[in-house]
């Protein structure tokens, strides 16, 4: 099986996540796409971040019914700060039959340097990258590296946690599902629930 690892911190999913996330399913060689939700990004402050659960609730509500997108907790389990390299190698030992790959924006790429032991991650495992306005990638040769060329969108989380917090609408940004229940639940309106 072979399955694209989609790692983010998904505060709250939106649909360039789910759009990016059905285009590589879609599109590429995987056989799944799994949402990996990061309880606490090192390169992220902790205090801005939903509930890890609440954070999965969501997601599940926006893919139910997709047969080629998962969600996965594994890193809810792991020493915390999440390094991908360390959920690979978990993931890679308790699924030996599976072919990992990493997703992730050239946003993200450009600082792959910065990350733990990013030179192994460059060696075992395939990278799909999806531009980000501001960080295009050209002529890039780098073995395991794809470049996709999948839909650009100007569509953050963190737009949308100001949005809720200025009481403006959602609406179209989310599903409506997952806007549904961030409203009910009363999620991102004051500091205390981040």
């Not at 792959?112 to 040769?141: A, T």
């Amino acid at each position: 099986m072979k399955v694209g690892l989609y790692f983010g911190s998904f505060n709250p999913i939106h649909i360039g996540h789910l759009i990016i996330a059905n285009y590589v399913a879609n599109n590429t060689l995987l056989d799944e796409v799994w949402f990996v939700i990061s309880p606490q990004n090192p390169l992220k402050k902790e205090r801005t971040l939903l509930n890890e659960q609440h954070r999965k609730h969501l997601i599940d509500l926006a893919i139910d019914g997709e047969k080629k997108l998962r969600t996965s907790n594994v890193e809810f389990r792991l020493p915390k700060p999440s390094y991908t390299v360390n959920t690979l190698t978990y993931l890679s030992e308790k699924y030996p039959k599976y072919d990992f790959s990493i997703i992730m924006g050239s946003d993200s790429f450009s600082n792959i340097r910065r990350w733990k032991n990013y030179e192994v991650l460059l060696r075992d495992y395939k990278f799909y990258i999806y531009q980000r306005r501001g960080f295009l990638l050209k002529d890039l040769v780098v073995p395991k590296v794809f470049i996709l060329n999948a839909p650009l969108l100007e569509i953050s989380s963190t737009l949308i946690r100001y949005l809720i917090k200025k009481k403006k609408s959602i609406r179209f940004l989310v599903p409506d599902i997952v806007k549904n229940e961030i409203e009910n639940q009363v999620y991102y309106k004051d500091q205390s629930n981040q």
